[in-house]
């Protein structure tokens, strides 16, 4: 693959260009003096604006796995996976649904990490270990996934000038230089970077392909000639699958905890719902536009096995960088940009990482008379380690980025009633809470250990989500009912 356009020299240098761009941004964010405090660190003091937040949303939903993994999934599902588009506008519902009433909360008491709200709401020291393991497994998770994504796409996108593993450690080091300078802020301006370089690119990317195929209804026949399987009328249970992974990936990805931290962020009320009103068009705009990309990858490209599907997005982009000197530009921002994406998800998933080891566990338990700057001291090293340690799985990752993708939503998905329901549901009691998280846990994630499911279509997390909620809503009913019969007879 060494006749690609960005192998050899031009790749290395557009990728030291974004990496120096990225440092800078870390070294201003980090001169406003507010990151000595972990609310200042880690939330940006609750200070976003309008279009940094959208931006910081955008980058925390459409993550590196969303433009390289996406459409190698497409590329092997065929129009099935256009099921990319419906799950994402989920996850905007879901936000619409509690975060607005969530922030409200986070300013008046000075929430900085998820768990602050579900010991507020509820007081339990183990309902709050509970939600900190979980969500702890599903950062880490988070993390592996983008670094694989970081080495799949520098790898892809030189033809393997830059190997994986240097594409890898390479952006670690850039990354962990910047947010531990200037944390959230730095993590929110380079977020607005990249997501514009991301969006012009795939832009870009899209009418390249179009182009290369001959047109969509060129393509479109291409397909049904060759690859009638990809296109037909799925089976029940792909349809049933479809809808499970929409509502488990709407509630789940919602629940984030990185995401919840950007919920915090907020300048104001208006500001979110002003910034989740805009999100409500990417998915459109995004998981969309890749699917096709995805779909022309069929033609252009035809006969690739998994391993080599997983290079797709680099793949096409050389392609189109070569019909003309303003593709080439293009792709150029599209290779920067969706490095940068990878890089920005990553960061988002360490510094929510670090916040809840510094402030829930460290601060809590460990050093209660912690200042905020050792807690702030903490969570970057934390931090450091975390990444380290996962380096070593995505060395060797454990099979495609779809299925890592799939594996953290399996348990994170667990989070939903805890902090959804708690919002709107006053007679919600810590106890079942508890119980419906942890069986639901077990379920979902014994599942998959042991390879059972999906069922009829249906994933091992939306069945273990299923079993949380009926505990919860059942425990709390005869809780509270029985209180109210002991109240009366008093």
Excluded at 99 to 126: H, I, M, N
Excluded at 200 to 229: F, H, R, W
Excluded at 321 to 336: C, H, K, P, R, S
Aim: aromatic share 12%.
């Amino acid at each position: 693959m060494n006749d690609l356009i960005f192998a050899g020299p031009s790749g290395i240098a557009i990728l030291c260009a974004y990496a120096v761009i990225m440092l800078g941004i870390g070294w201003y964010a980090g001169r406003s003096g507010s990151t000595g405090t972990a609310r200042g660190y880690f939330t940006a003091g609750g200070g976003l604006g309008m279009v940094t937040l959208f931006f910081t949303l955008y980058a925390t939903q459409y993550s590196g796995n969303s433009v390289v993994g996406y459409p190698p999934q497409a590329y092997r599902e065929g129009f099935l996976w256009w099921q990319s588009v419906p799950f994402m506008i989920a996850v905007i519902a879901v936000y619409l649904l509690f975060a607005p009433r969530l922030y409200v909360l986070a300013k008046q008491k000075g929430f900085v990490t998820p768990t602050d709200f579900v010991r507020d709401r509820f007081g339990s020291t183990r309902l709050s270990l509970l939600t900190i393991a979980l969500m702890l497994w599903g950062l880490g998770n988070y993390v592996l996934e983008q670094l694989v994504a970081m080495g799949h796409g520098i790898a892809g996108l030189t033809g393997e000038t830059i190997p994986y593993e240097v594409g890898v450690v390479g952006f670690i080091v850039v990354m962990l230089a910047y947010s531990w300078t200037g944390g959230m802020r730095a993590i929110a301006m380079t977020d607005v970077m990249q997501g514009i370089a991301m969006l012009v690119g795939i832009g870009a990317l899209l009418a390249g392909a179009v182009y290369l195929t001959g047109g969509l209804g060129t393509l479109t026949t291409y397909l049904a000639e060759t690859s009638p399987e990809l296109v037909g009328v799925p089976e029940t249970s792909d349809a049933v699958n479809w809808f499970a992974m929409i509502v488990m990936i709407g509630f789940g990805a919602a629940v984030y905890p990185h995401a919840i931290q950007r919920v915090y962020s907020a300048r104001s009320e208006r500001t979110l719902k002003r910034s989740l009103a805009l999100m409500a068009w990417m998915p459109l705009v995004t998981t969309g536009v890749v699917f096709v990309v995805g779909i022309a990858g069929l033609q252009l490209f035809p006969g690739l096995d998994t391993a080599a599907s997983e290079q797709l997005v680099g793949l096409i982009a050389n392609e189109v960088a070569a019909t003309n000197v303003l593709f080439y530009l293009l792709m150029v921002l599209l290779f920067g940009g969706i490095v940068c994406a990878i890089v920005s998800t990553a960061d988002s998933a360490v510094l929510a990482f670090s916040s809840v080891v510094s402030s829930d566990l460290y601060g809590r338990y460990i050093a209660p008379d912690a200042s905020d700057r050792r807690k702030v001291v903490v969570g970057k090293l934390v931090g450091v380690a975390m990444v380290f340690g996962l380096l070593a799985i995505a060395w060797n990752p454990p099979g495609t980025l779809f299925s890592i993708f799939v594996l953290k939503f399996e348990l994170i998905v667990q989070l939903a009633p805890v902090f959804i329901l708690g919002l709107y549901w006053k007679r919600m009691c810590a106890g079942p809470t508890f119980w419906g998280m942890l069986v639901g846990a077990v379920v979902a994630g014994g599942a998959t250990l042991i390879g059972w499911g999906p069922f009829y279509g249906v994933p091992a997390g939306l069945v273990g989500l299923a079993a949380n909620v009926t505990i919860v809503v059942a425990g709390s009913l005869l809780l509270t009912r029985g209180r109210t019969r002991d109240e009366v007879a008093a």
